[in-house]
């Protein structure tokens, strides 16, 4: 080794050693003839001292250096006069006499600290530089973290981690595939698995009973903010199970994620919540815990009293924003233009005040008398200083609408905070969506999602109220993780490709490999996938999983840092027997 | 859970117990009216039994069971009359009133069974049914310790394990990259990575220090037996080291592999030899050490007879096999072959036979009288009963040819054990290859690879000659891992672009990020790259990596179970404006 410490080792029982440490120059400071140099490794920070009697040649080496030069540094562990305690080496610095300039830097096109100047295209264009800032650096290291940690827990659980494979079969259902031309196989293509979920449910088949893996994963989608082209997977899947015991080793997981990477314990169970409930008291399948806010259907309440757009409303409900009756002119016309934004997509705000006096006053008082008032202050519980914000319109438009404004009030009020963590099971989805366009049905989880055993007779007389046996692990309103007991009967996993109007021959084509493999004693099987980025992301605080990919792509789908896509030789194009379109 | 306990679990002190078991029907044995049935799980086989007098509903039951359906089963633990010691559960038996059928099986297209009856493209095609004969089963459960282990190995060594990308950028240096056409960015392609070579050495710039990865590599190859289109590696790089430092560190990871996976210590450091005593010993830059027999040079012996073949040879070699003076002459010829078949490609065999008496006799004895095979005889230490095998010819077709009959001669005399492990590394390499079909030079690793310090002026005289700075562990053969110190100098980059015969802007189009990189301070780094199906296929005793991979491709790197490469939909095609050739 170049060195015998890192940057982050030396204490104050090391003085008198001498020692080799190697680094990056991150600080020169020249203070009446003495030179400080901060050198920083991926483990810390150490301050290096140069007398000013030392050699004419050490001095000029000196010179030389700049901000991220490489060094090595051989020297003396002193005792600091000025001690630094926010650095664990700040007790001690290295008296040298002898550096060696391992490699030179030109000046960074951006700071190397943890608030940097650069913007973020630069960055991503020098991501090798952005990696060396902390709060990179320690996203890495928190990812590092939890993926050694999610196969702790689940090989003490007898999951067996097996790989599946990336040059697979293009399958038209779901999102689009990125495709693989073969070579070798004229006109024919591989695909990169969007997950593997036919993989692992043959190994269920296999009987490997636990398996797990972390996994890189393609959607060739139209990319959107802090949407990844290829994403990171914990995926899961258990044989002879119910859906409570994927709960129980998941939520098991997650505690172990909480407990050992971030100190954090829950007492009570994960809430679990079914769709319905967390679609009526939040309008959302993905509810963030960590406040109340919940809504009140108060269509009862406001119908019949000649306000139209209330009357004439399929869904009438709001929230109660404790406090906030104190809110101004300004704030109110804030959230009303807030709520109108096309991404929320609500036609208006209608507030109630619960002023301090116990008077009531809303921005619909022409409509409502203060008894109509109170009926509703009523179901809100409200109490003097609250504030009531309600919306009215379509269900499935107001509903979402309503759970923006919540999340906005959550804002506001700070009731948000990033180091506190709100887990919940969300169960009981809907097995279909109908598509109004196509005018069929898709799966809304996928078309391996066992209906609920009570629901199987509905798909003769009403497939779109039959239950998923599915789950999701939502926490502070992301949705980290989900999955389902599977379909391991080959009869219902044909009855389910038709109601999503697949032909027997089309079921074939595609699934005939995994149909055919439920002919041969498939187990009954459930699993889970959990977002590793967004789970990272989530645990570092961070709205963005950019921070916790090392070689991120932008929003166009694009690596900046190494110019990718780009244009292959032709002698490619030749061998692969594809032209591309002019 | 539908269990209680696993098919490998029960013991004797189980025996009362009243347990539920999950598993698939292994074999069904009906003997004077009681029915035995084993049912088999990942975890073991446990023996179920139905009395005579059971109900007629149960015994309904067992008559509908098949191989390989599944089945729960509810019973009490009782002690066996007739023992099984072979298996972990044999002291008991589970005496069932109560079975339930989980799902049916059709007749397996083969037995599962270690041995079973089905060939190679039928186990192919139903991979999920030969997953669960214990053989494959095992060999994935060995993967998976394996993997674990590599981690927890370099997790204490202070390694973080980071993903790279693989979605990246298509380089014409080295093997053919697999494509993925861009849709959002028209004409422009992905490429898979061959490794992430590249990436690893931007997180050493990164300052990441110490880096590893078990990740999936691409190579869109002409496959021949045994070879993959995707694999993976243990990927590994760090800074601030030199040679030995790498070379201790993975020695300490395959010694841990060993011991953990494979109870197996080695006393002695790993034998350290260089590319050119390979060579010279043993004819392969991966020498199987198991055996000795290594090459003795006797051109200066038997030239200047008379003798053409040898006379003209530019090298003369043989290898002395202890204890077979007495082959008879079929066998003989049986050696004459093997070294004249193409794969091999000699043009003869000599023969020396040391006899019992004392006496020597040579298949040309024509040409050499009695005390010039003696002194043959004396560099090869041979002794009464040996028998002495020479080849000659051009000295990079004999080496290898020679090699190959050493190896033959090794198995002949059952000096291969598959329980026996010799690794070594070899070093010293040369770092590049002239091709003479395109009079050019290639890496020899590949172009990151770092010179030997001493010989970089021979850039300039005689690049053939420069010797890099690269290493590769081999064990009983087999070339497991490789690696090399990197450079990381700008300059001497574009030295070994130029030599390459990249023009810079060549340079610039394909590395220029990693060109750039360099700009900025660039720490000295090395690592290796371990091919972790090949290292898993020699713990497990296999010649095959194909049993340790969970869904590999045949020869023809097609996926015959899932029927991919297949042809993908006009749509696709379109949205990737791409038509393919007729």
Request: include cysteine.
């Amino acid at each position: 080794m170049l060195r015998t410490h890192t940057c982050g080792e030396l204490r104050i029982s090391d003085v008198q050693k001498v020692v080799t440490i190697c680094g990056w120059v991150q600080r020169i400071r020249n203070l009446g003839g003495m030179t400080f140099i901060d050198i920083r490794d991926r483990y810390g920070v150490t301050q290096v001292v140069i007398d000013e009697k030392s050699s004419n040649e050490l001095h000029s080496i000196v010179e030389q250096l700049g901000r991220e030069f490489v060094v090595q540094v051989r020297g003396e562990v002193v005792e600091r006069t000025s001690k630094n305690p926010k650095n664990p080496t700040g007790e001690v610095e290295l008296r040298t006499s002898n550096i060696t300039i391992l490699n030179q830097s030109e000046l960074p096109p951006f700071t190397i600290e943890d608030d940097t100047d650069g913007g973020d295209e630069l960055r991503m264009r020098y991501r090798y530089l952005d990696l060396r800032r902390n709060p990179v650096k320690n996203a890495l290291m928190l990812r590092h973290t939890m993926a050694q940690e999610v196969r702790r827990y689940l090989c003490n659980k007898g999951f067996l981690e097996v790989e599946t494979p990336f040059l697979i079969k293009s399958t038209p259902e779901g999102a689009r595939d990125f495709v693989v031309p073969s070579r070798l196989h004229h006109g024919q293509f591989y695909a990169l698995p969007q997950s593997p979920q036919t993989f692992k449910q043959l190994l269920m088949v296999a009987g490997f009973d636990r398996y797990f893996q972390l996994v890189r994963c393609f959607r060739d989608e139209d990319l959107r903010a802090d949407r990844q082209p290829e994403f990171t997977q914990i995926d899961c899947e258990m044989s002879f199970v119910e859906r409570d015991d994927i709960l129980d080793v998941f939520e098991g997981m997650a505690r172990h994620l909480f407990h050992t990477v971030k100190g954090v314990e829950f007492d009570a169970p994960f809430r679990r919540m079914t769709y319905h409930e967390a679609m009526s008291l939040y309008g959302t399948d993905k509810p963030d815990l960590r406040f109340g806010m919940s809504f009140k259907d108060i269509g009862a309440q406001l119908k019949g009293k000649g306000f139209s757009v209330v009357d004439n409303a399929e869904y009438v409900g709001g929230i109660c924003a404790r406090g906030c009756a104190s809110y101004t002119r300004k704030q109110l016309d804030e959230l009303t233009d807030f709520v109108k934004r096309p991404q929320v997509g609500a036609s208006g705000l209608v507030y109630i005040r619960y002023n301090d006096d116990g008077t009531l006053k809303s921005s619909v008082d022409k409509f409502y008398s203060a008894d109509d008032l109170m009926l509703v202050a009523k179901v809100f519980e409200a109490k003097p200083g609250d504030l009531m914000l309600i919306l009215a319109g379509k269900r499935n438009k107001t509903l979402p609408a309503l759970s923006e404004l919540r999340l906005e009030m959550g804002n506001r009020l700070g009731l948000r905070p990033k180091n506190q963590f709100a887990p919940l099971w969300v169960v009981d989805f809907p097995l279909l969506e109908w598509d109004e366009e196509l005018q069929r049905f898709f799966a809304m989880h996928h078309p391996f999602t066992s209906p609920h055993p009570d629901d199987i007779p509905l798909f003769q007389s009403n497939p779109a109220a039959i239950r998923a046996n599915a789950y999701d692990m939502v926490i502070n309103g992301v949705e980290v993780g989900g999955g389902s007991i599977r379909i391991s009967n080959r009869e219902l996993q044909q009855t389910m490709f038709n109601t999503l109007g697949f032909s027997d021959d089309e079921a074939e084509k595609q699934f005939g490999f995994l149909l055919n493999a439920f002919r041969y004693g498939a187990p009954p099987h459930g699993g889970i996938a959990f977002g590793f980025d967004r789970l990272c992301s989530l645990f570092g605080g961070s709205d963005s999983i950019r921070d916790y990919i090392a070689f991120p792509k932008n929003n166009a789908g694009r690596d900046v840092m190494i110019d990718s896509p780009s244009s292959i030789s032709q002698q490619q194009l030749d061998e692969l027997n594809i032209i591309i379109k002019e």
